[in-house]
C-alpha cells in the first residue's frame, strides 16, 4: 500500500523512507536491529519535547480549567508543567524507552 505520506518521504530522503516505511519494527524481535530503528524514531529534539510539554499543559490543564471556568493562575500552571517535565526527564534518564 503506498501513500501520499510515503511519497514525500521518498522524495525527501530516501533512507529515511526506508528505515521509517520499510525497516523499522516496534514488535521485532528476531533482528534486533529493527527494534532499535524504532526505539529511535520515538525520540524527539529538545524543541519538540519542550513544545509538547506546553501543549499537554494547555490540553490537561487551560482547557479543562476554562471549560469549567475555574480561575487559572500562571503559577499555577508553571508548577504543573514543571511536574510534568520532571516526570518526563526522570523517565528519560532511567533509559526506560530501551527496557
Known sequence: MWTVSE?????RCQRQWF???RFRS????????????YVLSTFQTVDQWR???VDMAIKE??????NNRQELWANDLIRQADEL????LAY????????
Open 7 to 11: 511519497a514525500k518521504a521518498i522524495n
Open 19 to 21: 528505515y521509517q516505511y
Open 26 to 37: 516496534a514488535l521485532a524481535t528476531k533482528v534486533p536491529a529493527r527494534r532499535e530503528a
Open 51 to 53: 513544545g509538547s510539554v
Open 61 to 66: 490543564i487551560v482547557v479543562p480549567a476554562l
Open 85 to 88: 517535565f520532571d516526570k518526563q
Open 92 to 99: 528519560a534518564r532511567a533509559n526506560r524507552a530501551r527496557a
